[in-house]
T-cell receptor, first 112, second 114 residues
Framework: ETGVTQSPTHLIKTRGQQVTLRCSSQ?????VSWYQQALGQGPQFIFQ???????GRGNFPPRFSGLQFPNYSSELNVNALELDDSALYLC???????????FGQGTRLTVV | DAKTTQPPSMDCAEGRAANLPCNHS???????VYWYRQIHSQGPQYIIH???NNETNEMASLIITEDRKSSTLILPHATLRDTAVYYC???????????????FGTGTRLTVIP
């Protein structure tokens, strides 16, 4: 148990729709990172938020966007869903950008 | 881009030491070696990291060769709960143990056999 909670645990969406995934960081943590993990692959870095600002981004298109709230919880939004967006989405929280990061158990998104 | 090479899978008998190798021949002077693991249906978990000296913590030991081109993660007494995918990652020290821009690759699937 890492103290990082993600919701929902599973989600099915139709191609072209939009989706919002949520992450509640561990108490006291002010940094949240998001990852996408396709089946059989390692997680891929999407972006990181530190004190409500995006401060790092991987090779993902602009339709992947995020927010971090004053309580440091975070959302990942994906617009115009594609079949290839089907994956496990993981978030991790840490105290500061270099603090030890703890991952949640992820949200399994299926796009049909 | 992959900076490390790991075998895709390994088996280990329960109670024996599990030695997981990793090649990182292009590692630069300011880069550390990090190890994470991902147990099925869970998020990745940090294990250990090091620069050039051997490191040990409550979970594992990390042995880095003198030329720093390869390393070995050692689980001294593997249990069934150690069955997981193990990722070796090379990254600049500035990232410390944060989750910014980790490149996981495909890792080594370790199966601990009863």
């Amino acid at each position: 148990e890492t103290g990082v909670t993600q919701s929902p645990t599973h989600l099915i969406k139709t191609r072209g729709q939009q989706v919002t995934l949520r992450c509640s960081s561990q108490s006291g943590h002010n940094t949240v990172s998001w990852y996408q993990q396709a089946l059989g692959q390692g997680p891929q870095f999407i972006f990181q938020y530190y004190r409500e600002e995006e401060n790092g981004r991987g090779n993902f298109p602009p339709r992947f966007s995020g927010l971090q709230f004053p309580n440091y919880s975070s959302e990942l939004n994906v617009n115009a869903l594609e079949l290839d967006d089907s994956a496990l989405y993981l978030c991790a929280s840490s105290l500061g950008q270099g603090g030890r990061a703890f991952f949640g158990q992820g949200t399994r998104l299926t796009v049909v | 881009d992959a900076k490390t090479t790991q075998p895709p899978s390994m088996d280990c008998a329960e109670g024996r030491a599990a030695n997981l190798p990793c090649n990182h021949s292009t590692i630069s002077g300011n880069e550390y070696v990090y190890w994470y693991r991902q147990i099925h249906s869970q998020g990745p978990q940090y294990i250990i990291h090091g620069l050039k000296n051997n490191e040990t913590n409550e979970m594992a030991s990390l042995i880095i060769t003198e030329d720093r081109k390869s390393s070995t993660l050692i689980l001294p007494h593997a249990t069934l709960r150690d069955t997981a995918v193990y990722y070796c990652i090379v990254r600049p020290r500035s990232y410390q143990t944060g989750a910014n821009n980790l490149f996981f690759g495909t890792g080594t699937r370790l199966t601990v056999i009863p």
